[in-house]
Each structure stands twice: as structure tokens, then as C-alpha cells.
């Protein structure tokens, strides 16, 4: 949706322009702007995106309507926050640099703006199911808080989950039952949990993976290591070292044992 809007709005393709529908709004004399430029057209974008997707969901998973119904929504909540991604951007006009009327226009922020917002809508996922033919939030999901945590403890960001032992004396809210809207990501089933070693899923786990101390990414042991902590070891590697052209043609190498030290997880 996003690239297609941006494309209209640079006039590369012929179906489309630039969004006209602001130019007949009457603006307030006092507001000293009127509407102008080229705002981008995201409701032709927003058309393409779900003739484009929502089409091949349902083609897809016709015959799992749970499944097409929670990517359906998906969908809608990714084009709901590129239309309500739009900013105001103006012109000044005036002798001098004296802005005494200002042009302006709508226009979408980069890709990766727009990709942070849904990034965090994904830390307030629900979890829903499909009751009456209405996909409704699951009264059986983990709450917020739980989400969070797990989210958590997997990017060793807090240590993992260890049950309070006053926990039994609290009692989980009763939730009512809600239909997720426009603003919130769903899913149906949890993903596995890849920091354990689990065959059948070809998961490897974590455990004994070599990982970073110095680059803050996903190779990072607080990262990777699932927030079980990781421990350092001595290694002696041997490597090609002072390797040279011999005439000819090919080239030559020592052989040299080298120390590092890595640091594996937990």
C-alpha cells in the first residue's frame, strides 16, 4: 500500500495521481494555508492493497475460515495505520521568506516509521478465536502482563519466569468477551518457544549457541540466550595466516594456532 501510494503520488503510473479530494475543503482565513501540491492518494493505495491481498486470503484458507478471517483482519489494521500515517507537510510563500501564506499537502512518512508503529502494536497482540462467525478475544490467551513477560524473559530483557509463591493466593480477572477493532494485531496460536530444543518443530534451541557481547543485536547473548545467562570459554583455533603469491601461479599459507575468547549460552 505504501510503495503504490508513493508511486501515484510520483506519477508512475497512469491509474492513478494525486489525491485532489483536499483541495475543495473550505480552509479558515485565520489558518493562512491552503490546500496545494501533491497530497498522496492513499485510498487508491489502500484499494489495491486489499483487492491485491485480501483476495489471495480468501482464495488461500477458504476452507479454514478461522485462519482467513484473522489474516483478513490483519490486513485492515496494516492499511488502517498507513491512512492514519499521514502528516501535513507545507510550503511557505511570501516575499522575503515571510510565510504569509503556506501551501500544503498530505504526504506518508518512510516505510520504516510506519513499520515501528506496527511493531508496536505487535507487543499488544491478542490472541483470538472464532465464535458465531466472529472472530472474538480468546478468554484462554495469556494477558497483557503474562505477553509482556514472556516477550520479555525470550530477549533477556528481565530474567525468565518464576512463579511468586504467593501467585496461588491470586486469582485471574474474568475477562468479558471483546472483538478485537481496526487498532489491534491478532493471532490465533502461539508460536513455538525456539529457545528450547524441540525435534518435531526443528527447533536446535539455544543452549550452547555461540553468541556477542559487543554488538547490540540479535546475536547478543542477553538476546539470544533466552535471559539464562551464558558463560566464557578459552578456545585455541588454527587458521591461514601470512599467505603469499608464489610465481606462479598460486598461493601460499603458515598455519598459525591462535586464542579466543567466546562466550556460549547457558
Request: charged share 25%; aromatic share 6%; with cysteine.
Amino acid at each position: 500500500m505504501h510503495g503504490v501510494t508513493k508511486a501515484c503520488s510520483s506519477n508512475n503510473f497512469q491509474e492513478c495521481g494525486c489525491d485532489s479530494s483536499k483541495l475543495n475543503e473550505p480552509v479558515d482565513p485565520q489558518s493562512k494555508f491552503a490546500w496545494g501540491g501533491c497530497s498522496d492518494n492513499v485510498s487508491f493505495g489502500a484499494a489495491i492493497a486489499r483487492s491485491f491481498l485480501d483476495s489471495g486470503v480468501k482464495m488461500r484458507y477458504r476452507r479454514m475460515p478461522r485462519v482467513m478471517k484473522t489474516n483478513l483482519h490483519n490486513n485492515i489494521v496494516g492499511r488502517t495505520v498507513v491512512s492514519r500515517s499521514l502528516e501535513k507537510k507545507c510550503k511557505c510563500h511570501g516575499a522575503s521568506g515571510s510565510c504569509e501564506m503556506k501551501s500544503c499537502w498530505q504526504s506518508l512518512p518512510e516505510l520504516r516509521e510506519i513499520g515501528n508503529k506496527l511493531r508496536q502494536m505487535y507487543d499488544q497482540v491478542k490472541q483470538v478465536d472464532m465464535k458465531n462467525g466472529q472472530l472474538v478475544v480468546s478468554s484462554t490467551g495469556p494477558t497483557d502482563f503474562e505477553a509482556r513477560f514472556a516477550r520479555g524473559a525470550m530477549y533477556g530483557r528481565i530474567p525468565p519466569f518464576r512463579r511468586h509463591p504467593r501467585a496461588r493466593l491470586l486469582s485471574r480477572p474474568v475477562r468479558e468477551q471483546e472483538v478485537p477493532d481496526s487498532n489491534q494485531l491478532v493471532f490465533l496460536t502461539g508460536s513455538p518457544n525456539f529457545c528450547h530444543h524441540t525435534p518435531h518443530l526443528g527447533s536446535l534451541g539455544t543452549v550452547g549457541r555461540v553468541c556477542q557481547i559487543t554488538e547490540n543485536n540479535e546475536s547478543h547473548c542477553n538476546s539470544l540466550c533466552c535471559g539464562r545467562g551464558y558463560v566464557q570459554e578459552r578456545v585455541e583455533i588454527t587458521r591461514k595466516c601470512k599467505c603469499k603469491f608464489v610465481w606462479c601461479c598460486e598461493v601460499k599459507c603458515e598455519l598459525c594456532k591462535e586464542t579466543l575468547t567466546i562466550y556460549r549460552c547457558r
